[in-house]
């Protein structure tokens, strides 16, 4: 409104989830260019939803018990989570290696059931990156049988297939429950990896 007209200027706001409505006015006969502060003294800060949600991510993978089907070049599974992602093989000495028959396989128990959000593939840098492609991802909350079939068809497994080769990372989104994570190539091939990162929240579900 223009000055001296008799009216008033009226702010309503919010504060966080409070559901008291604060109010403020200003006279019109105060002028054009009057200010009113609208504060929230007095409410707590409210979270976001993702703050009151979800707690930050840890790696649950990180030296827990590792195994696979099969041992070459000293590529103990071990090497796989323990929390050094250079991929150079003989420079790092840290890179899982198998032998090179069907259906090779690496697997990590997490110690107890966690709410799994995503899992993150370090690949081998110094050469034969190609090795890992064509490869399914098992999340269980119980023992995994060994072959790609009887994973498949056990109740409660979920799966993931790529069907190309994996960069030098990458991210498997999973947003389930599960204690055993398993990578299993689908053909014959040599299994490398420079490390398995299983992101969730360290909090053991019963």
């Known amino acids: 409104p223009a000055p001296g007209c008799g009216k008033e200027y009226v702010a309503e706001w919010r504060c966080g989830a409070s559901p008291e409505v604060r109010r403020a006015t200003a006279g019109a006969e105060a002028g054009f260019g009057k200010t009113v502060e609208l504060t929230c003294a007095g409410v707590a800060a409210m979270p976001s939803p993702a703050q009151a949600v979800t707690p930050a991510a840890t790696n649950l993978a990180l030296r827990k018990p590792a195994t696979q089907s099969s041992i070459e070049h000293g590529g103990e599974a071990a090497r ?94 999973v947003n389930r429950n599960g204690r055993y994570v398993r990578i299993q190539l689908a053909g014959t091939n040599y299994l490398q990896l420079a490390e398995v990162e299983v992101w969730g929240r360290a909090q053991a579900l019963p």
């Open 80 to 173: 796989a989570v323990d929390g050094n992602t250079d991929g150079n093989y003989f420079g790092a000495n840290s890179v899982s290696h198998t032998g090179s028959r069907p259906q090779e396989w690496w697997q990590v128990d997490l110690g107890a059931v966690h709410p799994i959000q995503t899992i993150r593939l370090w690949n081998r840098t110094d050469c034969c990156a190609e090795r890992l492609s064509r490869f399914y991802v098992f999340v269980s909350e119980t023992p995994l049988p060994p072959g790609i079939q009887a994973a498949q068809q056990q109740s409660g497994v979920w799966s993931y297939y790529l069907d190309r080769a994996a960069g030098r990372t990458t991210d498997i989104p």
